[in-house]
């Protein structure tokens, strides 16, 4: 009996001695250092009843609306991300495939979370156009919990990276706008690799660059819908 109970305390003691991202078996939310902050996501991903309402513009680049537009629905709905948390995350097309996220009326802009811009010049929204990126224009911080939220997010995609990777180019960008940040030893955080489609080739890491998000970001997208 005594054995069984030294070896459940050396157990206990193992466990509660790792890193929160092993405890969790996945990485955390975007605690940053090299920004000075705790970005996560969109406050509509708390609430059952908020749609994520998408928009697609391809009018600084030379890709089809049409075609665009439908492979990134088909990306998103019914997989990955999509249905995360009982339906807190529901994403939902604005505009279709007729109007451009610059077509779509104030009122109706002003519902829409995720913009997916494709522009064949990054630089003015990324700081160098050798890459895509995300902004979030309107963070707030929120004191109490130390994090920042955005009600709206914009994803500047480059055209050559989606017609290459498309699925990875999606989901990657979207799990920045879902919260999760880079890793690797090349992101600005700089870390271990781990089994991610935010830890990439692109950040150092030897997973390549995967079409869909690891069941581990899942896992953390999940489980952040349910958080304040």
Known sequence: MKSILVRVMLL??????????????????GDSSYFGRKDRHLTSTHLRSVDE????DTKQSSLDLKETSNAIRDILYERNYDYLGNKRINFYREGGTSKHCSDLTKS???D?????????NTKPYC?????SCVDRPDLYEDDELNVYHGTYGIAYIRPQ???????????????????????G??????SSCQDSIMHSADYGCSNGR??????????TVEDETYSN
Do not use: Q
């Open 53 to 56: 309402l998408f928009c697609v």
């Open 112 to 120: 829409v979370k995720i913009r997916y811009i494709f522009t064949d």
């Open 12 to 29: 206990l003691l193992f466990v509660t001695s790792l890193p929160n991202n092993m405890v969790l078996a996945h990485h955390s939310y």
């Open 210 to 219: 995967p079409k869909n998000p690891t069941a581990k970001d899942l896992a």
């Open 185 to 190: 030893p090349n992101a600005p955080d700089k």
């Open 108 to 110: 109706e802009l002003k």
């Open 161 to 183: 990276d989606f017609r290459n990777l498309p699925d990875y180019i999606i989901n990657h960008e979207t799990g920045h706008l879902l919260g999760m940040p880079d890793g």
């Open 127 to 131: 700081g160098s156009s050798s890459y």
